[in-house]
């Protein structure tokens, strides 16, 4: 459970994510279920710690393997301008997948600037987990693995595939119908 000391001096941003791979059906009319989810919880979290958010950051079907996201780097020019002061996610995994891109702005870059980090699930708190640095680094380093471990499942399924002949497209351009005997 993180508690709030001081909620007032704290101004955040709520960052939310959610990969290509996983959008569903609703994505088509709006933002998909798991970012609504994602924002409707940390909003939650601010809300009942009195803490003031400046805005959400949703990348909504962009992959965590990367930090150069639309919505994460106007975080960080929101960051630079002195608009926020703590950052806000469902867990690790939703702040992104690279280990070293989490080292680099959660431990270090974040600490340069004085900002806070909050992981509601996983129960990180940069300013009162006694093990903020090694717990962050260890869940990286899984959540890393995580995401090299289904490319390697997908692009050997995709393998399989291909050796028996199936259709690797998404839509197959003909289809074969074949005639009753």
Known sequence: MITISNPEIYVAGILARLSNERIDESKKY???GSITNQ??????FCKKNKIKVY???SDDGESGAFYDRPEFMRMIDDIEAGHINMVVVKDLSRFGRVASGIDDYVID??????VRFIDVNESLDSKTSANFDEDVKLRAFFNEWFLRDCSRKTKAGKHHKALKGKVMATYPKYR???RSK
Request: overall charge negative; glycine content about 10%.
């Open 30 to 32: 709006g933002e998909s």
């Open 39 to 44: 924002k409707d919880l940390l909003l939650d």
């Open 55 to 57: 805005s959400v950051y």
């Open 109 to 114: 870059y974040f600490r340069l600037k004085g």
């Open 176 to 178: 074969i119908y074949e």
